[in-house]
């Protein structure tokens, strides 16, 4: 079974090992960038392929749950690794933003409050914030019920997140179109089947009506 | 009828580029140089017209050409499907020769200058670009235009079989642009048809693309097919696309914000990862030329 194969090396695989691999893709984004590697506007490109590999980040974090659920796939021992490099991730694309392209601090204020697709941005990087302040075992114990309930928010800053991409775009681009439905599918799965069924009813009969 | 307007657009480190660059246009720039430390005018008030032009390599791999995919690289990686040979531009609406152009044939009549110019995006971003080209109202006075028109209408080439843009609705196909006649007219405003001295790569928008210089990017049409003489203000693919955000003058104005980003700055090309911001100049530093155009009009809210 190919279940069994993945959940057998998974646990020869220690959690750290993502900390390390995960910030790989940065540093080469990074070298792209001071080495004329990602074009002719390497700010531009560095914020962007931060931000996207943060939005995939927040996707594979999101498919950990179904992979058990559905496919008795276990990779729960990688998700608060997978979490804490998506927060590191926002950060860095959040930075980049700030230092090398906005650079204007009464510009960047302006922007959070007046360009609706950053306030957007901006609200997920905040709710990430006591998420990742809480990612550690102490957290966890403290916490308790808490802390499962507090970690829901990964659901609305996805949506964020992937919302954010979506209104950057200029026209109708398909890329961020279908990071947004892949979110979408994601959240959809954690909907319980009886309020499906209830939305399902009142659905058909609002038709009905 | 060439040559109405002179080049002040020089570039101190532009010796490589020499080879390419019209030589009156140096010596005119250099006349203007000497004439201002003579009379002891500042260095600084001068500081706009240095410009250095953007490398050909970035001129021709960012581009945004949503014909060929919506990355800014996409357009360099895709153009090569585009055929330009044979290439005919319709001229109809309110002219007295309607029809086909040759664009062999149009090339034969037109005087092909170089102009230095300023491109300012409407992302932010700008370049300087040494165009090579001829001012439309050449092209335009070939078809003899009538006196009851009052807007130019442009269309790009559909053809989604090779450009593979056109197969996902980003903007609706063709992309169609537009001037208000005086506009047109303005010598300032030209049909591009080189880069550097050489044919246009088809990523920058082969084989003829208008340059409005002090308009954003995206009204600086490109692989134009169609131009039509209205007396109605014609459709804009942008506009169409989203009205709050795109209007139909678009002049480059740091005072008039993008809906969901500043204008008061923009950030060349070419400067690396540690490139600074720099101003946004009105009408994208061609307010003396082209100021008069819009007297009276409120710019904020005809944006």
Not at chain 2, 42 to 50: G, H, S, T, Y
Not at chain 2, 203 to 212: D, Y
């Amino acid at each position: 079974m190919i279940k069994d194969a993945i959940n057998g090396s998974a646990r020869k695989v220690p959690a750290w090992l993502i900390y390390i691999v995960g910030i790989l893709p940065a540093a080469w984004f990074l070298y792209e960038g001071l080495t004329g590697g990602s074009g002719a506007d390497p700010i531009k490109a560095l914020e962007h392929e931060l931000g996207e590999f943060a939005l995939k980040l927040l996707i594979v974090g999101l498919c950990i749950t179904p992979l058990r659920k559905h496919l008795g796939v276990n990779l729960l021992k990688f998700r608060r690794a997978i979490g804490v490099m998506t927060f590191e991730y926002v950060l860095l694309h959040l930075l980049v933003w700030l230092v090398l392209d906005v650079q204007i601090v009464s510009q960047i204020w302006a922007d959070i409050v007046k360009r609706p697709y950053i306030t957007v941005g901006m609200v997920g990087f905040v709710l990430m914030i006591p998420l990742a302040v809480t990612s550690n075992n102490l957290s966890v114990r403290k916490l308790g019920v808490r802390w499962r309930k507090l970690h829901k928010l990964t659901y609305g800053i996805a949506f964020l997140g992937a919302l954010h991409f979506v209104m950057v775009a200029k026209g109708i681009q398909l890329e961020p179109l279908l990071y947004m439905a892949v979110v979408l599918g994601l959240l959809a799965l954690r909907i319980p089947k009886n309020s499906l069924q209830f939305s399902g009813r009142f659905t058909r009969e609002s038709v009905d009506n | 009828m060439a040559y109405r307007w002179k080049n002040t657009l020089n570039d101190n480190d532009v010796t490589d580029h020499a080879l390419f660059l019209n030589r009156r246009q140096i010596m005119g720039g250099a006349a203007g140089l000497g004439l201002a430390a003579a009379i002891g005018g500042p260095r600084a008030a001068l500081a706009q017209e240095v410009l250095e032009p953007n490398s050909f390599e970035d001129i021709t791999s960012y581009n945004n050409f949503y014909e060929f995919g919506t990355g800014k690289d996409d357009p360099a990686k895709n153009a090569g499907s585009l055929t330009t040979t044979p290439w005919t531009v319709t001229i109809d609406g309110l002219v007295d020769k309607p029809g086909e152009y040759d664009f062999g044939d149009i090339m034969a009549k037109m005087t092909v200058e170089e102009r230095i110019y300023r491109f300012r995006c409407v992302e932010a971003w700008s370049m300087v670009v040494p165009w090579n080209g001829f001012e439309l109202k050449d092209l335009l006075d070939l078809a003899g235009v009538q006196s009851s028109a009052k807007y130019v209408a442009f269309e790009t080439l559909y053809r989604p079989e090779e450009m593979v843009g056109q197969k996902f609705p980003v903007l609706e196909w063709p992309y169609v642009e537009g001037l208000r006649l005086d506009e047109a007219m303005h010598p300032l405003t030209i049909m591009a048809t080189g880069i550097y001295g050489k044919d246009i790569p088809n990523q920058n928008g082969a084989p003829m693309r208008l340059v409005v210089p002090w308009k954003y990017g995206f009204k600086s049409i490109k692989s134009v097919v169609k131009i039509t003489l209205t007396d109605k203000e014609p459709p804009t693919s942008w506009n169409i696309a989203n009205a709050r955000e795109y209007g139909f003058f678009s002049n480059v104005n740091p005072k008039v914000d993008h809906k969901r980003w500043s204008q008061a700055t923009e950030r060349k090309i070419g400067g690396g990862l540690f490139a600074k911001r720099i101003p946004t100049l009105m009408l994208n530093g061609y307010e003396e030329e082209v100021a008069s155009l819009y007297e009276g009009m409120d710019m904020s809210v005809n944006f």
